[in-house]
Structures are given as C-alpha cells and as structure tokens.
C-alpha cells in the first residue's frame, strides 16, 4: 500500500510558476513509475507528465516546454516544476503510482495509488 500526499498548490498569475511536491509513504518508492494528473471542473482527469523508475520522462504536449518532473529517491517525493503558468493550468493536480515495469501510461486506470490533489489557481 502507498499513501501520497500533494503540496505546493495556490494561487498565481499567469506567467508565474509553482513546484509541487508529492510525498509516498513506503520503502517501494523507486519501485513506482509516478505521474501528475490534473482535473479542472466539469472536466476529465487529464495526463500531465510521468517519470519511471529509471527517471525517463514524458509529458502531454499542452505542458511540454514548461512543466518538469523529477523524483527523489532518497525523500520519497516527486515534484513537478511549473513555469510559465497559463489560466488553462487552472486545476487540481494529482500525483498517482503506477506499479508496473511497462513503461509510462497516459490512462488514469493504469495507476494504483493516487493523492488527494491540490488546488493550482492561475489567474489571468
């Protein structure tokens, strides 16, 4: 079992920028691919980025260029580095595990363990 848990949110103007931080418990951290999700109202959980084991990245192509995520082993957290802040960004992020050795999934139902999220409000 893994618990996470998001922080970092709040509120910023457009072309700000925020790091969240995202906490596992458990010794199997290194073991997880982790990915960042977010869901803006009325609206589905969508991909933002993920990071293997072996910290190979991906990211959706309406962040790349200006999200960044990382992963530190030995705290047991991932981050995920927003710059350039747009009000689209508006959304609560999720950070999310994903247990197998299969590469990086884009789909919500892929991931085993998932935070509560935090707000990230982008004002124009």
């Known amino acids: 079992q893994v618990q996470l848990v998001e922080s970092g949110g709040g509120l910023v103007q457009a072309g700000g920028s925020l790091r969240l931080s995202c906490a596992a418990s458990?010794?199997?951290?290194?073991?997880?691919?982790m990915g960042w999700f977010r869901q803006a109202p009325g609206k589905e959980r969508e991909f933002v980025a993920a990071i293997t084991q072996s910290s190979s990245t991906y990211y959706a192509e309406s962040v790349k260029g200006r999200f960044a995520i990382s992963r530190d082993n030995a705290k047991n957290t991932v981050y995920l580095q927003m710059n350039n802040l747009k009000p689209e960004d508006t959304a609560v992020y999720y950070c999310?595990?994903?247990?197998?050795?299969?590469?990086?999934?884009?789909?919500?139902?892929?991931?085993?363990?998932w935070g509560q999220g935090t707000q990230v409000t982008v004002s124009s």
């Open positions: 999310a595990a994903d247990r197998r050795y299969s590469g990086i999934s884009v789909y919500t139902y892929t991931y085993n363990y």
């Open positions: 458990g010794r199997t951290f290194s073991s997880y691919t």
